[in-house]
Structure formats: C-alpha cells, structure tokens
Nanobody, 126 residues
Framework: QVQMVESGGGLVQAGDSLRLSCAVS????????VAWFRQAAGKEREFVAAIFRNTGRTYYSDSVRGRFTISRDNAKTTVDLQMNSLKPEDTAVYYCAADQSLILSSIGQHTAYDYWGQGTQVTVSS
C-alpha cells in the first residue's frame, strides 16, 4: 500500500509562486512514476505534470509548461511541483498520484494511477 500526502497549498496573488510537495510512504518509492493533477470547481480533473520513475523524464500540460516544474527526491520520497507566474485559472485542488506501471500514452488519464493523495487547495487571486 502507498500513502500520499500533499502540502503547500494556499492563497496567493497572480504572478506569485508556490511550491507543492507530495510525501509518499509505503512501498519502495523509486518503483513509482508520479504525477500532479488538478481539479477546479465544477470541472473535470486535469493532468498537470508527471515524472517517470526510471528515467526521471518530465512531461507537462500545455497550460503549465514553462511555468511549473516537477521534481522528485528518491531519498526523501517526495515529489514537488514548483509553480511560478501563477494565474487565476490555476486555482484548483491539486492532487498527486502514483503508479508503478505508467506508460507515456496514459500519463494524462487519471484512471491510469493506482494511488492518490487527498489534495491541497491552491487559490490565485487576480
């Protein structure tokens, strides 16, 4: 079993930065690829970024590429999401998710992930 806990959310102004962290405990962290998703009120959950377990390669949605950076620390078993130049449309609950057998073609599908955190709220005011 894998447990995932997000932290770092809050209320910021447009243009500010925020760093989210996902603490992963349980089975060997290095076996899992990890992603961040977000869900705004009344909208479907959408993919934000992913980092693969073996290669460390990263992938981003078009809406955040160039502003957000995902990183992982296998020693600390954490995955962070550095968010810069935040916009009001980034307002959402942010979730981290993990899967042991993630493939590139599935990174954007929330059904591809076996484990999820409880989410952390990010609110960006204009």
């Amino acid at each position: 079993q894998v447990q995932m806990v997000e932290s770092g959310g809050g209320l910021v102004q447009a243009g500010d930065s925020l760093r989210l962290s996902c603490a992963v405990s349980g089975r060997s962290f290095s076996r899992y690829s990890v992603a961040w998703f977000r869900q705004a009120a009344g909208k479907e959950r959408e993919f934000v970024a992913a980092i693969f377990r073996n290669t460390g390669r990263t992938y981003y949605s078009d809406s955040v590429r160039g502003r957000f950076t995902i990183s992982r620390d296998n020693a600390k078993t954490t995955v962070d999401l550095q968010m810069n130049s935040l916009k009001p449309e980034d307002t959402a609950v942010y979730y981290c998710a993990a899967d042991q057998s993630l493939i590139l073609s599935s990174i954007g599908q929330h059904t591809a992930y076996d484990y999820w955190g409880q989410g952390t709220q990010v609110t960006v005011s204009s």
